[in-house]
């Protein structure tokens, strides 16, 4: 819900003030892939490859850039490239946030 909000108000978690919870990581991803990146929304599920969404070595470095930006901490292509599915990608990122000090939520 947070996601929403900050979304409509056109804010990121950054200018925020806030770090995306566990459940938002997925949502955030998914907010990135589709309104910065321009991928297809049906491509982008939690099962889809990089391949499927469309996620080649350039389109990750993109993303890399912008989610460092939005979530406050720097995160690299090559991390983003271990990943297989955008789930994996987003199981990565929530354990980044962890790393950086976020508290997930209970």
């Given amino acids: 819900m947070a996601l929403t909000l900050r979304k409509a108000r056109g804010e990121t978690a950054a ?8 459940g938002d990581t997925y949502e955030l991803l998914r907010t990135v892939l589709i309104d910065d990146l321009q991928f297809l929304e049906d491509d982008v599920v939690p099962s889809a490859t ?45 354990e980044r946030r962890l790393a950086a000090g976020a508290v997930s939520p209970q």
Avoid: C, K, N, Q
Avoid at 62 to 86: C, K, M, N, P
């Fill in 15 to 22: 200018e925020a003030g806030t770090t995306p919870v566990a």
């Fill in 50 to 94: 990089r391949t499927e969404v469309g996620l080649d070595s350039v389109a990750m470095t993109e993303l890399a850039t912008v989610l460092s930006t939005r979530l406050g901490f720097e995160i690299h292509d090559y991390e983003l490239l271990d990943a297989t599915t955008v789930a994996d990608v987003a199981r990565l990122l929530e």
